[in-house]
């Protein structure tokens, strides 16, 4: 992957020069035409073409944003009940990432899903400590959420 | 004419997304007020700002587009640090405040991470 930015960056050089204009708009057309050559040639260079994570990481982020778009609405909603009927808790909640960088993010995606807070990782990295606002509420969705964090995690480090 | 329909509209975005940030933000700090623990009110808070910067950033990035030709990237960037940070904050704060002995709301239903805090302390003693 390392190899192919690489290129990359030395065929929107390339570009610069041949077309004799040194503005950042030439190095983007470079760039732009690079990722097609690659595109074009990924069957002669090693490793998968990289555009692929970097679409995965795109996907990811734009979960991201959706997520906290939806818990920000949910938290005015509960902020503005005339009666607060909540019952919060703390729960723990398995997983199966690894490495510190994913349990990071998924700690961090945890936090921004409507009403759920993640408060501590265990020593073991096995399991995330969670507080959510209403857990009756929480406890049902929170399994289809993780799995859709998980997949998309590992998608991208994996 | 149509010009000046574009200039309305704009200002009609323009000033909804100020608005609705603004929104967010008094949302979060009413709910700062009216929730009863630390974690119940970091949640009103990690949650309910990170929209309404967004919104009053998006807002005035707007405005200056539009008004003065300014593309400021600070605006955008200062966004994407919010969204980043809000919630590794509201773990810290409230990890620390659970360490440090910040009782839970009396109606609390369920705590799971007592036991492993109480293991660690055991074994710590020991």
Same mark, same amino acid.
């Given at each position: 992957?390392?190899?192919?930015?690489?290129?990359?960056?030395?065929?929107?050089?390339?570009?610069?020069?041949?077309?004799?204009? @040194? &503005?950042?708009?030439?190095?983007?057309?470079?760039?732009?035409?690079?990722?097609?050559?690659?595109?074009?040639?990924?069957?002669?260079?090693?490793?998968?073409? @990289?555009? *692929?994570?970097?679409? =995965?990481?795109?996907?990811?982020?734009?979960?991201?944003? =959706?997520?906290? &778009?939806?818990?920000?609405?949910?938290?005015?909603?509960?902020? @503005? =009940?005339?009666?607060? *009927?909540?019952?919060?808790?703390?729960?723990?909640?398995?997983?199966?990432?690894?490495?510190?960088?994913?349990? &990071?993010?998924? +700690?961090?995606?945890?936090?921004?899903?409507?009403?759920?807070?993640?408060? +501590?990782?265990?020593? *073991?990295?096995? =399991?995330?400590?969670?507080? +959510?606002? *209403?857990?009756?509420?929480?406890?049902?969705?929170?399994?289809?959420?993780?799995? &859709?964090?998980?997949?998309?995690?590992?998608?991208?480090?994996? | 004419?149509?010009?000046?329909?574009?200039?309305?509209?704009?200002?009609?975005?323009?000033?909804?997304?100020?608005?609705?940030?603004?929104?967010?933000?008094?949302?979060?700090?009413?709910? #700062?007020?009216?929730?009863?623990?630390?974690?119940?009110?970091?949640?009103?808070?990690?949650?309910?700002?990170?929209?309404?910067?967004?919104?009053? #950033?998006?807002?005035?990035?707007?405005?200056?587009?539009?008004?003065?030709?300014?593309?400021?990237?600070?605006?955008?960037?200062?966004?994407?640090?919010?969204?980043?940070?809000?919630?590794?904050?509201?773990?810290?704060?409230?990890?620390?405040?659970?360490?440090?002995?910040?009782?839970?709301?009396?109606?609390?239903?369920?705590?799971?991470?007592?036991?492993?805090?109480?293991?660690?302390?055991?074994?710590?003693?020991?």
């Amino acid at each position: 992957m390392n190899l192919q930015i690489v290129i990359n960056i030395v065929i929107a050089l390339m570009w610069m020069f041949l077309s004799e204009s @040194y &503005t950042f708009s030439t190095f983007l057309v470079g760039y732009l035409l690079g990722i097609l050559l690659l595109f074009v040639l990924q069957r002669f260079i090693p490793d998968s073409f @990289y555009m *692929d994570r970097v679409i =995965k990481v795109i996907k990811l982020i734009v979960l991201f944003i =959706k997520e906290l &778009t939806l818990s920000n609405i949910e938290i005015v909603k509960l902020v @503005y =009940k005339p009666k607060l *009927d909540i019952e919060p808790g703390i729960f723990a909640l398995p997983t199966e990432l690894k490495s510190n960088w994913e349990i &990071t993010l998924l +700690a961090n995606l945890i936090s921004l899903t409507p009403g759920t807070l993640s408060i +501590a990782v265990s020593e *073991d990295n096995s =399991k995330i400590y969670i507080h +959510a606002i *209403d857990i009756p509420d929480v406890v049902e969705s929170i399994n289809d959420i993780k799995e &859709t964090f998980e997949k998309a995690i590992m998608e991208v480090t994996r | 004419m149509s010009g000046t329909w574009i200039n309305l509209l704009i200002d009609i975005i323009i000033s909804l997304s100020l608005l609705i940030g603004t929104f967010f933000i008094f949302s979060a700090s009413i709910g #700062m007020l009216r929730f009863p623990d630390l974690f119940t009110r970091l949640h009103a808070v990690t949650k309910g700002s990170t929209l309404g910067i967004a919104g009053i #950033m998006i807002g005035a990035f707007l405005f200056l587009y539009v008004e003065h030709g300014i593309v400021s990237g600070k605006l955008i960037l200062g966004m994407i640090f919010v969204m980043m940070t809000a919630p590794v904050s509201g773990h810290m704060i409230s990890r620390a405040g659970y360490h440090n002995g910040v009782k839970l709301w009396d109606k609390s239903v369920r705590d799971d991470y007592a036991e492993a805090v109480n293991e660690k302390r055991k074994s710590i003693d020991n």
